[in-house]
């Protein structure tokens, strides 16, 4: 990490952004709005560091989000597009890449088919109309922090960007977003993260009407939060009602394990969305599972659901190259989950030595440091009350020294497996300063 401290050709983008595009960004948590200042704007990423327009140079955090969890510009990644490039950016016609992804996603995750959409919104969207054209149902249940993309169904007590960006503050009220109709809200049940009673009550006063319970795994959008085992029955348990069970693997998806969450958890959902790392940094998202279901998928059945793009062949490329090299090398799940214990109990530490209060998520490659007071955070409702003002300050010392987190409460954090001890060692020494300046 270099840090030199300007912003100032950030600052003159951010402005130019503004005056072009809704908050000058193309999605909202990169605003900075949760924690002020201004947003670096990127011009180059390398292995486990990003470098701003500025020239500053961070240890990276974000990851895009999570695709990135082979490290910024891998070798193997990088020349599988250009390879692809030099034969045709998109055909709208099948290609041979689209196989050879989709028989690796089936043979990874034991999913009987996939269909390649482009981002993990159209994932869970297609996956649900999906669940509702098989049962003839209406309604679906997700659960609050929970967050499934931007489809208008799905902004229902959402977690994500809507945490603390939603006008009114934490737990913005049913739908969370404007310009989502009452009645498109109307289908969407929302239960508790964690509480199985009440999926078990839900289920059976209405299971009969549900067409889908859809969830995250394993949390990352309301922070992360890990489901107890009483949960995990539960969901289960939906199925014998004729439910769709969908596992929204969007961001667990091949970084819990090569078998995501459902691998480490040892799920059995009907169907999964995936996105994110099945891309490689390019856009791309999927849905999958039972036969018997994806059969109702169009051309096959009468669920429609098409894409230009999908499929596109360097999006394929990057994703094919990317799986094949977790698969060949799945040392790298020990590798980061190692890496992400030592940083949790680092961060643990510096904190207490500052008495600043912190609980801190782990699971894998994931991770959040709640700033809060308090023995356990299970759910969205226990997590809402977090210090996001504490966490802006030690956000912002961070930043000045390099280490660029995860620019919300509320979000993971992800290890890639270029992360190492250089890394680990400079973002703990700085977090050390970092917890005493939250209090100062
Ligand atoms: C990121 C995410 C999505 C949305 O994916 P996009 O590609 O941003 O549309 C859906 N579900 C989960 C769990 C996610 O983390």
Redesign the pocket.
């Known amino acids: 990490m270099t840090i030199s401290g300007s912003t100032s050709q950030s600052e003159a983008l951010f402005s130019r952004a503004k005056a072009v595009t809704p908050g000058g960004v193309n ?1 909202p948590v990169r605003a900075f709005k949760s924690v002020g200042g201004v947003p670096r704007f990127i011009v180059s990423a390398q292995g486990a560091y990003l470098t701003d327009v500025d020239g500053n140079r961070y240890v990276d955090y974000v990851g895009s ?2 695709p990135m969890i082979l490290g910024h510009d891998h070798p193997a990644v990088r020349e599988a597009i250009a390879g692809a490039l030099s034969t045709g950016t998109s055909f709208g016609a099948p290609s041979p890449r689209e196989v050879e992804l989709a028989e690796l996603v089936t043979q990874l995750t034991g999913a009987e088919r996939v269909r390649f959409v ?7 969207m297609s996956a649900l109309r999906l669940a509702r054209g098989f049962t003839g149902r209406k309604f679906i249940v997700k659960f609050r922090g ?5 489809a208008d169904g799905l902004l229902v007590e959402a977690g ?1 960007g809507l945490m603390t960006n939603a006008e009114g503050g934490l737990g913005a009220a049913a739908p969370s977003s404007a310009g989502v109709p009452e009645e498109y809200a109307a289908l969407t049940l929302v239960g508790e993260y964690n509480d199985p009673a009440a999926l078990d009550q839900l289920i059976a006063e209405r299971g009969h009407e549900v067409a889908a319970v859809i969830f ?1 795994p394993v ?3 309301a922070g992360v939060l890990i489901p107890t085992p009483e949960f995990l029955a539960a969901l289960h348990r939906v199925k014998e009602a004729g439910v769709v069970l969908i596992a ?5 998806g091949f970084r819990l394990s090569l078998n995501g969450a459902t691998g480490l958890l040892g799920l059995k959902p009907d169907l999964r ?1 995936w ?2 790392i099945i891309g490689g940094g390019l ?1 791309v ?1 999927a849905y999958g599972g039972r036969a018997d279901i994806m059969d109702f998928v169009s051309p096959q059945g009468p669920v429609y659901q098409a894409g230009t793009l999908s499929g596109n062949p360097l999006a394929m490329a990057a994703g094919l190259a990317t799986l094949r090299e977790l698969q060949a090398n799945p040392g790298i799940y020990t590798q980061l989950e190692a890496y992400t214990t030592r940083l949790a109990n680092g961060l643990k530490g510096a904190a207490s030595s500052a008495g600043v209060p912190l609980t801190v998520n782990h699971v894998g490659s994931m991770l959040t440091a709640f700033f809060i007071d308090t023995p356990a955070v299970r759910t969205y409702t226990q997590a809402a009350p977090s210090d996001t003002k504490a966490f802006a300050r030690w956000f912002q010392a961070m930043l000045s020294r390099g280490v660029y987190w995860a620019p919300s409460q509320f979000e993971s954090i992800f290890i890639s497996a270029a992360h190492s001890d250089t890394q680990l060692n400079a973002t703990l020494e700085a977090a050390q300063t970092a917890f005493k300046e939250v209090n100062s």
């Open positions: 999605s989000w999570g482009n981002s993990g919104t159209e994932a869970t929970n967050y499934h993309g931007h994500s995250e949390v990352g959008n929204d693997e969007v961001m667990t969305c996105g994110k856009p998202g």
